[in-house]
């Protein structure tokens, strides 16, 4: 079975500053792999996924993130932090294919953002 | 876009209730979820649905069960709601394919006094 670690429960970064969440996954072969993010009282909101092709992934709100096999690593990057960014970030991982298969998610990053 | 409605962002039930927590998505979408979500445990699954009246469990399923009389609408019941089945219930739906994706609703934010 799948599994996904996210080793940093808290951030926190001053505005303007570059940001670096890590996301590492257990699988045997090459997942889907998503970041979400979380605003306080909101349901989860997709940042960007990977499923095959380029290793560097753009998504909405100037975020990337490179999945790197060798390192079963999937980590999301923002070159320059807004406030607005402050939030709880997860990273998934799911099996590709459809049917029954499932989402497992890490236990999330809290994001404080310093004005 | 998909939507994805859960009927209700706060609930407050007492100890030994039946709850009842609806989701309904609008994209004829085979594939539902529900999800626990606790401070520190991220998301876990409860249960999964890939057709009317199937139902899979995920990996917390004891004390819940679910009903998919319908495509658009995936119930979530707790047969005897207890205090520590306080939580927030996130559902989602899922598109195969090209655009294989997950929707996620707004949340359930249950307390069970």
């Known amino acids: 079975a799948q599994s996904v670690t996210q080793p940093d429960i808290h951030i926190t970064v001053s505005e303007g500053a570059s940001l670096e969440l890590r996301c590492n996954y257990s699988?045997?072969?090459?997942?889907?792999l998503f970041w979400y993010v979380q605003s306080p009282g909101q349901g989860l909101q997709l940042l960007l996924k990977y499923f095959s092709g380029d290793t560097l992934v753009q998504g909405i709100k100037g975020f990337e993130a490179e999945f790197k096999r060798s390192q079963s690593s999937f980590n999301l990057r923002k070159p320059s932090v807004h406030w607005s960014d402050a939030a709880e970030y997860f990273c998934?991982?799911?099996?590709?294919?459809?049917?029954?298969?499932?989402?497992?998610f890490g236990t999330g990053t809290q994001l404080k953002v310093e004005l | 876009d998909v939507k994805v409605t859960q009927s209700s962002r706060y609930l407050v039930k007492r100890t030994g209730e039946k709850v009842f927590l609806e989701c309904v998505q609008d994209m004829d979408h085979e594939n539902m979820f529900w999800y626990r979500q606790d401070p520190g445990l991220g998301l876990r699954l409860i249960y999964f649905?890939?057709?009317?009246?199937?139902?899979e469990k995920g990996d917390i399923p004891e004390g819940y069960s679910v009903s998919r009389e319908k495509k658009e609408r995936f119930s979530l019941i707790l047969e005897s709601a207890s205090t520590n089945q306080t939580s927030m219930y996130l559902c989602?739906?899922?598109?195969?394919?090209?655009?294989?994706?997950?929707?996620f609703g707004s949340g359930t934010r249950l307390t069970v006094v």
């Open positions: 998934a991982v799911g099996v590709p294919g459809g049917g029954g298969n499932k989402l497992t």
């Open positions: 649905s890939y057709d009317v009246k199937m139902k």
């Open positions: 989602a739906s899922r598109v195969t394919g090209p655009h294989y994706g997950y929707t």
């Open positions: 699988y045997g072969a090459t997942p889907y």
